[in-house]
Nanobody, 117 residues
Framework: QVQLVESGGGLVQPGGSLRLSCAAS????????MGWYRQAPEKQRELVAI???????NYADAAKGRFTISRDNAKKTVDLQMSSLKPEDTAAYYC???????????WGKGTLVTVSS
């Protein structure tokens, strides 16, 4: 079993910043990709950012220049620093890990980010 616990969501004004954190625990030998997805009401879940075990980062166009993903392999954590937040960033944000091969892919339960004045 693998558990992902997210934290850091909340209400923020447009232009503000938030930092999301996710800690993985359980039966984990190695984590390959770690990342963040989001799902706004009545929309499909979409990739926000992903980081490989080697540190290669990929961002959705909406996140480029405003969000920064980072990870700590020893602690099995992945963070998402979000700045210049916009109302359209409002969504539930889900942590994601890929353990590779038969290890499987896992999702957190989500943390809500609301950008509103």
């Amino acid at each position: 079993q693998v558990q992902l616990v997210e934290s850091g969501g909340g209400l923020v004004q447009p232009g503000g910043s938030l930092r999301l954190s996710c800690a993985a625990s359980g039966s984990i030998f190695r984590i390959y990709d770690m990342g963040w997805y989001r799902q706004a009401p009545e929309k499909q879940r979409e990739l926000v950012a992903i980081i490989s075990v080697g540190g290669t980062k990929n961002y959705a166009d909406a996140a480029k220049g405003r969000f920064t993903i980072s990870r700590d392999n020893a602690k099995k954590t992945v963070d998402l620093q979000m700045s210049s937040l916009k109302p359209e960033d409002t969504a539930a944000y889900y942590c994601y890990v890929d353990l590779g091969g038969t290890g499987g892919k896992y999702w957190g339960k989500g943390t809500l980010v609301t950008v509103s004045s």
